[in-house]
């Protein structure tokens, strides 16, 4: 199985820039697909960004697409979230998880992935 260790988030104003890292550990992330959720207060956890297990498929949500970018680094064994533009609505926790070699990608379902980070929390103010 792999261990996930989410870091990188942080307190920034409005049109900043964060990278937040997955650091992967056991085994490697070239075995799994990759998502990006996040949970603000009172709200649920809603998918953010997902790469395939190749690295070759991407997927966004619309809020973000187009100001963040996933990937994969198979030497560093880390995924990355690159923020860019951030707005007070981006503020909540960011977890990373790790879906196994499966039929069906299903990047933005929350259940269908097997291992999570412990989060790291991401505030935006105005």
């Known amino acids: 199985q792999v261990q996930l260790v989410d870091s990188g988030g942080g307190s920034v104003q409005v049109g900043s820039s964060l990278r937040l890292a997955c650091a992967a550990s056991?085994?490697?992330?070239?075995?799994?697909?990759v998502g990006w959720f996040r949970q603000a207060p009172g709200k649920e956890r809603e998918f953010v960004a997902g790469i395939s297990w190749s690295g070759a498929g991407t997927r966004y949500s619309d809020v973000v697409k187009g100001r963040f970018t996933i990937s994969k680094d198979g030497v560093k064994n880390t995924a990355y979230l690159q923020m860019e533009r951030l707005r007070p609505d981006d503020t909540a926790k960011y977890y990373c998880?790790?879906?196994?070699?499966?039929?069906?990608?299903?990047?933005?379902?929350?259940?269908?992935?097997?291992?999570w980070g412990q989060g790291t929390q991401v505030t935006v103010s105005p």
């Open positions: 056991g085994r490697s992330l070239s075995d799994y697909a």
């Open positions: 998880a790790a879906m196994a070699q499966s039929s069906l990608w299903q990047y933005d379902r929350a259940h269908e992935y097997d291992y």
